[in-house]
């Protein structure tokens, strides 16, 4: 029995619409994960997330959680379900992209990666194996491999060699994979999960930066060690946008067609519209919740800055098109006032409605897609965006 | 026809069980309202306070709403329910008390204080007749007269000379009040509100430090001038606490039977218990929500703090014996990861339990005195905070 599974719905052009179905939720794709790095996604409460944007996904970072609380105590407590109390899936990462973005002093091996912690700069170690082993821990339904990204500018000599590196540690995680689910290790299992396995699916991760003949290399060498799904990693670190597309628009209709495919860590509503042109099912990124924080909504006319002077007396929602919670009840003015006096409520709910956006754009994609109308969708919703992005910030 | 309509439904000994019915919401009593300092309660969505804590009234802080946003864009907006979408009834202090707690370089005369704001240092000035301008213009269910508020320790001299000059305010409070009522000033205001008159109402506060002769003369001169409620102002500001206990057994069995008493900025459970035992009806803090930032919880065996490290891998909720939707679903070792993360979830969650547990104790309360109970009750409440508090800090 598979851990998890697949079905394409309906296609426009490259774009898809499809099903993924997980021990823990039906999910349908296109769609965007909101991010849970640290078993929280920020200023956002479970309730929320479940009762009114539905969300049936979340993502977990397993380089945050393996630092704090650790491994031990989520074990202790039942696992990063239990732990927090979220039922539906969750997709974690390996920790391969934090450790090369937010550690310091990291020492590359064979084995894996040794680097001082960002918290208190104790010195910690993750190879493929101990990222199996503690996303095993944390029991999510998506388990991805342990991975080398490589800066996006980087060489082709220095991309090869990342590559490389990058298959030999795929092969070793799914390995340790295997062997942690005959074992019963994943935290997460049903015993009954109503014709699937009930145990944790993995994703493979294709790299090869902006070099197309490497992504194509690197994508024939994952999809033959196999896996339940396969993402594109290495994007959005630097490169420019034009760079991106043309890396997903060569990649994505090459990845297999009965797996789900999964660009990590992108991006604005713009790059979902437009990675889901080139064939992307799966998206997760911070910026909802970040920008939020900084008072920063994204709306169908644009981003808008809630710092704003004009918005002082502005009775108006954030995006007069969005019905989410935020947008029937609290006034741009409202919002304003409460950045301006540094409560932490206007924070939580503009990054609510920002989620909000992300979740309700790619279930207006998905509808598109399904029905046939995908490619007008795409170039009002772009038009819109940017037509009055000029006349709101 | 009245503002509001005043029902004493039980007693027990000194102890009282009411109902306050204002135009926007009828209010049980014992009452705790959350403090909305700047038009929102910090960290908890209205949403919350209103479908699950049943929050009916809450407080608004003049001072903080009328250097920012300021009275034009209030007005502008339609009064402070428009402005937050609050709809339940509001509570606005006078900016008396903040004037003299937060403000610098304070001058004051006859007229009222002049200022300077603890945000930007502008020139400010706060009058009885300004802050009941600016109080219209919010639009409160109760407005608070504007008083002086000496220090916990003041002498007898000071506190006479005080409770002279706040007495005179009193009368200008009302004046002016009237004024603006006849005037239509209210933002508030209810054409049909069911037997009530659909405006304000308006609440002395009795002064006079911890001189009970003097407390007894200002509540004599407050109730001469004559007002819909009476709040006891001064205390909880630095004098020790059977001083306050002292000061609110001696006058509050005096205070008129027929109109709400209030205790203003008061307290801890502790305090709101032996206050109620003395006879008051209606309370506010800062404390639920301050402290819920800081990590500290209110519970039914006393306060507990998040970071001790033995709730590390702890399974149980912040309270076994509350039923908030955070106890029902969040561990304390989730709530501790949380807070040691600085995810501003642990900040919200917490707060959100400790506005739940003030709810819920002054529930407990008013149906103690219903039926009759309330001293059984008093003793196994406090008994139980300070057996437990010693094996949970």
Redesign the interface.
């Known amino acids: 029995m598979k851990s998890i599974e697949w079905k394409v719905t309906a296609t426009d052009g490259e774009a898809r619409a499809g099903t993924l179905r997980t021990r823990r939720s039906t999910i349908e794709t296109p769609v965007f994960m909101p991010v849970g790095t640290?078993?929280?996604v920020?200023?956002i409460?479970?309730?929320w997330l479940e009762d009114e944007l539905d969300a049936r996904v979340i993502l977990g970072n397993t380089y945050?959680l393996f630092l704090?609380?650790g491994n031990d105590?989520i074990r202790?407590?039942g696992g990063l379900h239990k732990?927090?109390?979220w039922k539906r899936s969750i997709l974690t990462d390996s920790g391969g992209f934090q450790v090369f973005s937010l550690s310091d002093l990291r020492k590359l091996t064979e084995e894996g990666v040794e680097f001082r912690s960002h918290i208190d700069g104790s010195k910690q170690f993750l190879s493929p194996e101990i990222s199996m082993d503690v996303q095993a821990t944390l029991g999510s339904e998506i388990v991805m491999v342990f991975d080398e990204c490589p800066p996006g500018q980087a060489g082709v000599e220095e991309t090869r060699r990342s590559l490389e590196l990058t298959t030999r540690w795929a092969k070793r995680s799914k390995e340790r994979f295997n062997e942690l689910q005959d074992a019963g290790q994943d935290t997460g299992f049903i015993a009954d999960a109503s014709s699937l396995s009930g145990q944790q699916a993995l994703f493979g991760i294709v790299q090869g930066a902006s070099h197309l003949e490497l992504r194509k290399e690197s994508l024939d060498r994952t999809v033959e060690i196999g896996f339940d799904g396969y993402a594109i990693g290495g994007l959005s670190v630097g490169e420019e946008k034009p760079v991106m597309y043309g890396v997903l628009e060569h990649l994505a209709p090459q990845m297999p067609v009965d797996a789900p495919r999964y660009l990590m860590g992108v991006g604005t509503p713009e790059d979902l519209v437009e990675a889901v042109a080139r064939g992307v099912d799966m998206f997760d990124c911070v910026i909802p919740t970040r920008n939020g924080r900084t008072g920063s909504a994204f709306t169908s006319r644009g981003k808008l800055n809630i710092r704003n002077a004009r918005f002082?007396?502005d009775?108006n929602p954030l995006d007069p098109d969005c019905s989410c919670?935020v947008c029937r009840?609290?006034?741009l003015?409202?919002l304003r006032?409460?950045y301006?006096?540094g409560?932490?409520?206007a924070?939580?709910?503009i990054s609510h409605h920002n989620v909000a956006f992300f979740l309700d754009t790619m279930r207006s994609v998905r509808q598109s897609i399904t029905s046939g109308t995908f490619s007008s969708f795409r170039r009002e919703f772009l038009t819109k965006l940017q037509e009055n992005q000029e006349t709101r910030v």
Chains 1, 2 share one sequence.
Do not use: C, W
């Open positions: 640290q078993g929280a920020k200023g409460r479970f309730e945050h704090r609380p105590v202790n407590l732990f927090t109390s002082i007396d009775p919670s009840r609290y006034s003015a409202y006032h409460l301006q006096a409560e932490m409520s924070s939580t709910l």
